[in-house]
């Protein structure tokens, strides 16, 4: 009986502990159900407003956004990343772009547009006056390349218009991303450096529609500069490429280290006759005395208070 009491006694608050726990479980479901609906009305309302928002941040991406930072890419493609291809509906929704002559495959022919051209007078830059101390250094070929003097314009933060043939953006694609990353502007030079004057008018197009075309697969973009080789033009050479939408480039001061017995410091001394403001001074990736003239001329432009620039940067300051 005492037992049985006992036991009982002891079940009681067994059961009433059980029915307390019963009820509890079911206060733990419905705050479970009500937390489960809240985070799913939370996630809900999250997507919407996200919906929303990411709507008008898409055409932060456009060049014509971008345009407004100093920083942007004049001639970035619509999406910042490819070439636009080569519609009506892309030219339609391309302000300001410039049509060119289409000449070899369809993917060339995409290549070669100028989604956003800066506004310059047509077939050559030259006689520039700009605002600041700036000159430009153009660097030519790219074959045989010397990065050391990549080097140099890297730890000075300094850019430069590189003229590059086809056939080397074809066969170093890692250089030409360095040279990208950097900032360079990459600009057309030809093929394989034939003289444009002795070529017929298919050739000349079919020259600078595959170098382009080679240029915008690596830098999904494309400078409107071209440079004939050896300066080489003429009256039917630039109109082709004028009708491309190319200005041509040439340069007033040369390193002239093409010369094998170029010495640096002849090299050097070339580009800093007279030198002033505006000067566009060609030399060569890689000519022996190539190094050793940037090794002396770029401390001296320094020392003088002068930037090297790109073309492009060189024409903006001059307007
Ligand atoms: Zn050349």
Redesign the pocket.
């Known amino acids: 009986m005492e037992d049985r009491h006992e036991r009982e006694n002891a079940r009681r608050p067994a059961t009433r502990g059980r029915g307390r726990r019963r009820g509890a479980r079911r206060i733990a479901a419905a705050w479970a159900v009500l937390l489960v609906l809240v985070a799913g009305v939370a996630i809900g309302v999250f997507l919407v407003v996200r919906g929303i928002t990411s709507k008008p941040t898409t055409p932060a991406k456009t060049p014509t956004a971008k345009s407004a930072s100093s920083t942007a890419d004049p001639y970035a493609a619509p999406d910042g990343t490819t070439p636009p291809v080569d519609t009506a509906a892309a030219e339609a929704s391309t302000a300001g772009a410039v049509a060119v002559v289409p000449t070899g495959n369809a993917a060339a022919a995409a290549a070669v547009r100028f989604p956003n051209p800066p506004a310059i007078a047509p077939h050559s830059v030259s006689g520039l006056h700009p605002k600041h101390k700036y000159v430009a250094i153009t660097l ?2 790219g074959v045989p390349f010397d990065t050391r003097i990549l080097d140099m314009f890297e730890a000075r933060g300094w850019t430069a218009t590189t ?1 590059l ?1 086809g056939s080397m953006v074809t066969s170093q694609p890692k250089l030409v991303e360095r040279l990208k990353a950097d900032g360079f502007e990459i600009a057309n ?1 030809t093929w394989d ?1 034939k003289t444009l004057t002795k070529l017929s008018d298919a050739q000349v197009r079919d020259e600078l529609s595959r170098t382009q075309a080679a240029i915008s697969k690596i830098t999904g973009n494309q400078a409107p500069y071209m ?1 004939p ?2 300066g080489g033009t003429n009256a039917r050479v630039k109109s082709i490429a004028g009708s491309m939408g190319y200005n041509i480039v040439l340069w007033n001061k040369s390193f002239a280290d093409t010369s094998g017995s170029a010495t640096p410091q002849q090299c050097a001394a070339n580009a800093l006759k007279n030198l002033q403001p505006g000067d566009i001074i060609l030399c ?1 990736w890689g000519r022996p005395a190539t190094y050793g003239a940037m090794q002396i001329l770029l401390p001296e432009l320094e020392r003088r208070g002068y930037r090297v620039v790109t073309v492009s940067e060189l024409v903006a300051d001059s307007k």
Request: without cysteine.
């Open positions: 030519d070929d003229f043939l030079h450096h440079r080789p050896g060569h």
